[in-house]
């Protein structure tokens, strides 16, 4: 029996996670956080019957404490919490379904710990993906990526030897909420305008984050730490089915992708049972209805969260967390109704230019950094 913590089991990935381990009798889960959904995490706790559930403040852990006293699980808080749902005994597998860069020190403290890291979390490597992926290999831990892309890309390499170097990935974006639209029309738009994804189901934040090329970005930079690839050899295009989910190119000109429906159940279930595959109800791609499968390229002129990522990316350093804490902040700021759709554009690139790039940041570093970001933001907008 394979057995699982989940750090935010109240999310989008983590309900669907949840959604695949109701369906088979070889997973338990051992441990569950979430941040403010108190309700939801007390009724998977009840469920699941975990050994530890994790919620953000203590008041809140107080309160679950007290209507979970008829059972035997044990309630903890904040991040001290988050490292003991990581460093469970009793499991096997860490599911990172959590937003954001609170997610790092739980993962490394899981690597170090000897579990395999289901990734969802793509903050954890675009921010410290130089200090992520040595700590792994040395502790001998998979990495399974659970974003529908990376995981692609992951199973398009599976049997391919290491002498087999990868030409190029190519990257497949729906293009979000507003795909076809010039930067004239995006003056006036709305959270509630972004938040509308054509295939996909997913968090606001990453929702937001697709429809303004930001999300694309980031797994860029995700990419080249979890293949070894430089980010010359990522390259973005537009699927606006969300059918084909990424492809391999090889230096024989060969192309490998990985096609299905657009459903995160098929990535979070692979992450799971990897290296089987198990039968799902996920409906089937039906290739004699399928007509035509479109490809476009991306408008990084009016959708420049895409470029301002890969300039980021190829500066390293501490430039990635500048672009993912800039962009976290300037979202919030966005959902909140306090700024414009552009402006996310306009923060980020004001954040770029006033940092002072750190080549090789420690935790530490990138957490300053972080909040540094988030204070020069506040004083600005």
């Not at 889960?29 to 959904?37: F, R, T």
């Not at 279930?269 to 409906?283: G, I």
């Not at 700024?339 to 990138?366: A, T």
Request: hydrophobic share 40%; glycine share 6%; with cysteine.
């Amino acid at each position: 029996m394979k057995k699982i913590a989940i750090m935010g089991s109240t999310g989008s990935i983590g309900t669907q996670t949840l959604d695949i381990v109701r369906h088979y009798d070889e997973f338990k889960v051992v441990g569950l956080s979430a941040g403010k959904n108190i309700d939801l995490l007390e009724k998977q706790a009840r469920e699941f019957l975990p050994e530890l559930v994790v919620i953000e403040n203590k008041k809140d852990a107080d309160t679950l404490r007290s209507h979970l006293s008829d059972t035997n699980i044990k309630v903890a808080s904040g991040m001290e919490g988050l490292i003991e749902l990581a460093q469970l005994e009793s499991s096997d597998i860490f599911v990172t379904a959590i937003v954001g860069m609170i997610g790092i020190r739980p993962t490394v403290a899981a690597i170090k710990s000897g579990k395999d890291i289901a990734l969802a979390n793509k903050e954890t490597l675009v921010t410290a993906g130089h200090i992520i992926m040595p700590l792994a290999k040395e502790k001998s831990v998979n990495i399974i990526p659970v974003d529908s892309e990376h995981s692609a890309i992951f199973q398009c390499l599976q049997g391919t030897p290491k002498t087999s170097p990868i030409y190029k990935i190519w990257l497949t974006a729906s293009g979000g909420a507003f795909r076809g639209k010039k930067t004239a029309d995006l003056v006036n738009v709305r959270a509630k305008d972004a938040l509308v994804n054509p295939n996909w189901s997913m968090g606001n934040k990453v929702t937001i984050d697709s429809a303004s090329l930001c999300n694309k970005g980031l797994e860029v930079i995700e990419a080249h730490w979890l293949f070894d690839v430089d980010i010359d050899q990522i390259s973005v295009v537009l699927q606006p089915q969300s059918i084909v989910h990424s492809m391999v190119e090889f230096e024989d000109t060969a192309v490998i992708a990985q096609l299905g429906t657009p459903d995160m159940h098929v990535a979070i279930q692979y992450a799971l049972t990897y290296p089987n595959r198990y039968y799902t109800k996920t409906e089937r791609l039906d290739f004699l209805k399928l007509s035509s499968i479109a490809f476009e390229e991306p408008d990084t002129d009016t959708f420049r969260g895409l470029p301002l990522a890969i300039e980021a990316g190829k500066i390293g350093g501490s430039m990635p967390t500048v672009f993912n804490a800039s962009n976290e902040a300037a979202v919030d700021k966005f959902m909140r109704g306090q700024i414009g759709f552009l402006d996310i554009y306009k923060i980020i690139e004001e954040s770029l230019n006033h940092h002072s790039n750190i080549d090789d940041p420690s935790l530490e570093e990138i957490l300053e950094v972080e909040r540094l970001t988030h204070e020069f933001i506040e004083s600005r907008w």
